[in-house]
């Protein structure tokens, strides 16, 4: 059973940076696919980036909203994923989860958490002046 925990998240200014980590138990295999999505008091669940890992091939995909502030990395050491979020915006505001797929998925798929099998509880994100 693959576990997942999110932490890294809190309160921070606009313009402001953060660091996520995804912290990932119970998945041996070097394929699998983690995203981050959010969700915005209110709002529908949100697709923020993902990355993809098949042996030593590893791609990276971002909505449009994050892309060229956010950048999400991997550590195989430490069984964890990062996204790492500069320039960040009141609209940045969710609380972000983590989500796992035991493969690595085709493209089109990444976007929906329909796809994904197992999501940690989340982190808040709060940006305010």
């Known amino acids: 059973q693959v576990q997942l925990v999110e932490s890294g998240g809190g309160v921070v200014q606009p313009g402001g940076s953060l660091r996520l980590s995804c912290s990932i138990s119970?998945?041996?295999?070097?394929?699998?696919?983690v995203a981050w999505f959010r969700q915005a008091p209110g709002k529908e669940r949100e697709f923020v980036g993902a990355?993809?890992?098949?042996?030593?091939?590893?791609?990276?995909h971002y909505s449009d909203s994050v892309k060229g502030r956010f950048a999400i990395s991997r550590d195989n050491a430490k069984n964890s994923v990062f996204v790492q979020m500069t320039g960040l915006k009141p609209e940045d505001t969710a609380v972000y989860s983590c989500?796992?797929?035991?493969?690595?998925?085709?493209?089109?798929?990444?976007?929906?958490?329909?796809?994904?099998?197992?999501w940690g509880k989340g982190t808040k994100v709060t940006v305010y002046s």
């Open positions: 119970g998945h041996t295999s070097n394929a699998y696919t």
């Open positions: 990355i993809r890992r098949s042996g030593g091939n590893t791609n990276t």
């Open positions: 989500a796992f797929a035991t493969s690595r998925l085709i493209i089109s798929r990444v976007w929906y958490g329909e796809t994904y099998d197992f």
